[in-house]
């Protein structure tokens, strides 16, 4: 378990003073080693030139401007560097940016169990605590506290095939080149091409998220509620992560979670009563999903199969005009963060049967759910027709991309 604290401090040097001169200003601080990116917004109109930064004994390697956004490169970051070390080797991990205005620093950290977040806080000075919770665990939390330009889980075929794609005009609007002619020029397989490229694209997005998010306005104090409750026609429990007003996640687990605010939210009754009587198609449920382009635009077409059908990843893949994607389909699902909502359930493998499920439950829960919405369950393969055991949903060594 962890928790999430977050205080602001008034620790003295050129971002505080800088901050306090300029009512207006607010300077996001993202410490990248023995370096300082600032990205500096409002009254920041000649800040690289001014004394605070100027007597600092920081040079600046890096200063760009798009209307009033002002970011900045600056050397000599040693200090925040040790910092966080230290931090970190108490089981403190800040979690950037960090926001100065008005002569405060904003600072969150994430607490390992057992860190007591009082003797923390007397390290900064006239530190004051902000807000402290215990969000649930969520898949690949760790990797977030990463700084959002290292990518460290970016391989070097998905960085070539990024690359590569953005060098031919992939990018562009509208595309110059399709990802089959992207692969000819690399000498690779349009589907192989297409698996480094959306992985690719998901690290770096989820890499760019928390600037994102700044630019869209969310509250930076906006919390993860988790609600859980029993089903007993799944013989599991239905785990619901709300952000704000949207679902962040739907999972099933054999035990409930060890922290939740309850099980009274009217999109887990809605939920529970699909899973009882088939009805109610969830569409309408606003979802936060932080994913790819191209596991999204699988996630968006997964939300119109009608309760009742069925359809196969080779038929979605033909729908969303890449014939050759079925096994990036395939990954996609595997990868749903909400199942139900997003019924990924509905799709069968060409061969027949029902393929694999992710989800706790497997196949046996993909089953129960397709027969309360009345949906026809596919006979099961004969042994010479199936392609792949694993089945084109199940995440394994062959539908990984490396």
Same mark, same amino acid.
């Given at each position: 378990?962890?928790? #999430?604290?977050?205080?602001?401090t ?5 971002? @505080? ?10 300077i996001? %601080?993202?410490?990248? !080693?023995?370096l ?10 000649g800040?690289?030139?001014s ?11 890096? #200063? ?8 900045l490169?600056?050397?000599? !970051? ?5 910092t966080? %070390?230290?931090?970190? $080797? ?8 960090i *926001? ?9 950290m ?5 860190? $007591?977040?009082?003797?923390?806080l007397e ?16 898949? !690949? ?17 998905? %960085? /070539? +095939? ?10 562009e ?9 992207v ?15 959306? /992985? ?6 989820? +890499? ?5 998010r700044?630019?869209?306005? *969310? ?19 239905? @785990?619901?992560?709300?952000l ?7 999972r ?5 979670p ?11 009754a809605?939920?529970?009563? #699909? ?5 109610? $198609?969830?569409? $309408? ?28 990843? !080779? ?9 050759? +994607?079925?096994?990036?389909?395939g990954? +996609? ?10 019924p990924? #359930?509905?799709?069968?493998?060409k ?10 439950g ?8 397709l027969?309360?919405?009345g949906?026809r369950?596919p006979d %099961?393969?004969?042994?010479s027709?199936v392609?792949?055991?694993?089945g084109?949903g ?9």
């Open positions: 378990m962890t928790t #999430h604290v977050t205080f602001a008034r620790a003295p040097g050129p971002l @505080q003073d800088l901050t306090l001169r300029r009512p207006g200003l607010a996001d %601080a993202y410490p990248l !080693g023995g300082l990116l600032l990205r500096c917004l409002g009254n920041a109109e800040i690289e030139r004394s605070e930064l100027r007597d600092s004994g920081r040079q600046i390697l890096y #200063h760009a401007q798009s209307g009033e956004e002002i970011t490169l600056l050397d000599g !970051g040693k200090d925040e560097e040790e966080i %070390a230290s931090l970190a $080797d108490e089981n403190a991990h800040v979690v950037s940016p *926001r100065w205005q008005r002569g405060e620093a904003l600072i969150t994430v607490l390992e169990d057992g860190t $007591d977040p009082r003797a923390l390290r900064f000075p006239d530190a004051r605590l902000v807000s402290k919770r215990r969000p649930a665990e969520r898949q !690949g939390a760790r990797s977030s506290l990463s700084s959002p330009l290292f990518l460290p889980k970016l391989t070097e075929k998905q %960085a /070539r +095939a990024l690359l590569a794609a953005f060098e031919a005009g992939y990018y609007f509208p595309r110059n080149v399709t990802t089959e002619d692969s000819v020029s690399l000498g690779i397989a349009r589907s192989t091409f297409e698996q480094h490229l959306n /992985r690719a694209e998901h690290h770096v997005i989820r +890499a760019m998220i928390p600037l994102v700044m630019r869209s306005g *969310r509250p930076p104090a906006e919390a993860l509620e988790v609600y859980s409750k029993f089903s007993r026609e799944l013989g599991l429990y239905v @785990q619901l992560e709300v704000g007003d949207r679902v962040a996640s739907v099933l687990a054999r035990s409930a060890k922290e939740s605010v309850g099980s009274d939210h009217p999109y887990l809605r939920i529970l009563e #699909h899973v009882r009587t088939g009805k109610d $198609d969830l569409t $309408d449920i606003p979802l936060h999903l932080e994913v790819g382009p191209f596991e999204r635009e699988v996630l968006d077409f997964l939300r119109t199969i009608p309760a009742g059908r069925t359809i196969t990843y !080779g038929e979605i893949a033909r729908q969303l005009g890449r014939p050759g +994607a079925s096994r990036s389909v990954t +996609a699902c595997a990868r749903n963060p909400a199942v139900i909502v997003i990924c #359930h509905r799709v069968v493998p061969s027949g049967g029902l393929g694999s499920y992710s989800s706790e497997g196949v046996e829960t993909k089953r129960k759910l027969e309360r919405e949906a369950i %099961a393969p004969a042994p027709q392609e792949n055991p694993r084109p199940k995440r394994s060594a062959r539908t990984r991309l490396t």
